[in-house]
């Protein structure tokens, strides 16, 4: 196999940073659909389930636009909507769990405000993995099964994930149109965490 010339060399490195860049874009553009999809709140994961299915196939090579995503939307609500339900009981009684804490009415709060909040990480970082592994024509207690048993055999995703999830929310904090465009570039976290070696 010959060498690269320079100019081989240098048109190869544009070409990877334009496939960077279209990656990037494509994760902006999926963040404003996941957006949108999962106004409801009941589609919010079937959504980011959707969001992570469209960002396979567009690394993959495949077709997938707009309408793939919406009938994908509605195919993860339809296998798992009351997963979603759950998980967002949780995640409210969690955040009562929290408000409790921090309001001084029990000893040892800042001791359960801590638990509180690593534990509401770990039931969202779950619950994303959960959708990112959903794939159409499952439902959605094969995904949740092993999601779980990622998270466990796999800290360094999962810790991965939850730090894309708290840049997300800095993003929203900063600027909520950051925080919409944000959710994308989860959705492409979690795809790269469940594609990357050891994942």
Same mark, same amino acid.
């Given at each position: 196999?010959?060498?690269?010339?320079?100019?081989?060399?240098?048109?190869?490195?544009?070409?990877?940073?334009?496939?960077?860049?279209?990656?990037?874009?494509?994760?902006?553009?999926?963040?404003?659909?996941?957006?949108?999809?999962?106004?409801?709140?009941?589609?919010?994961?079937?959504?980011?389930?959707?969001?992570?299915?469209h960002l396979r196939r567009?690394?993959?090579?495949?077709?997938?636009?707009?309408?793939?995503?919406?009938?994908?939307?509605?195919?993860?609500?339809?296998?798992?909507?009351?997963?979603?339900?759950?998980?967002?009981?949780?995640?409210?009684?969690?955040?009562?769990?929290? #408000? =409790?804490? +921090?309001?001084?009415?029990? @000893? %040892? /709060?800042?001791? !359960?405000?801590?638990?509180? *909040?690593?534990? &509401?990480?770990?039931?969202?970082?779950?619950?994303?993995?959960?959708?990112?592994?959903?794939?159409?024509?499952?439902?959605?207690?094969?995904?949740?099964?092993? #999601? =779980?048993? +990622?998270?466990?055999?796999? @800290? %360094? /995703?999962?810790? !991965?994930?939850?730090?894309? *999830?708290?840049? &997300?929310?800095?993003?929203?904090?900063?600027?909520?149109p950051l925080g919409v465009?944000?959710?994308?570039?989860?959705?492409?976290?979690?795809?790269?965490?469940?594609?990357?070696?050891?994942?």
């Open positions: 196999m010959r060498p690269l010339t320079t100019t081989e060399g240098a048109r190869s490195r544009s070409a990877a940073r334009s496939a960077q860049f279209a990656l990037f874009a494509e994760c902006l553009l999926t963040g404003v659909w996941l957006a949108v999809a999962a106004l409801p709140l009941v589609t919010a994961l079937p959504a980011f389930a959707a969001a992570c299915g567009h690394l993959d090579g495949e077709r997938s636009t707009w309408r793939d995503f919406a009938a994908e939307t509605v195919a993860a609500t339809r296998a798992g909507w009351a997963r979603t339900l759950v998980w967002w009981g949780g995640l409210a009684l969690l955040g009562l769990d929290l #408000a =409790v804490a +921090r309001s001084g009415a029990l @000893p %040892g /709060g800042g001791a !359960l405000t801590g638990v509180s *909040v690593l534990a &509401a990480v770990a039931l969202v970082v779950t619950g994303l993995r959960a959708a990112a592994l959903w794939l159409p024509g499952e439902g959605g207690r094969g995904a949740a099964g092993r #999601a =779980v048993r +990622r998270c466990v055999g796999d @800290p %360094g /995703g999962t810790l !991965l994930l939850a730090g894309g *999830v708290g840049v &997300a929310g800095v993003a929203a904090w900063m600027l909520v465009v944000a959710l994308g570039c989860v959705a492409g976290a979690a795809v790269a965490v469940e594609r990357r070696p050891g994942g």
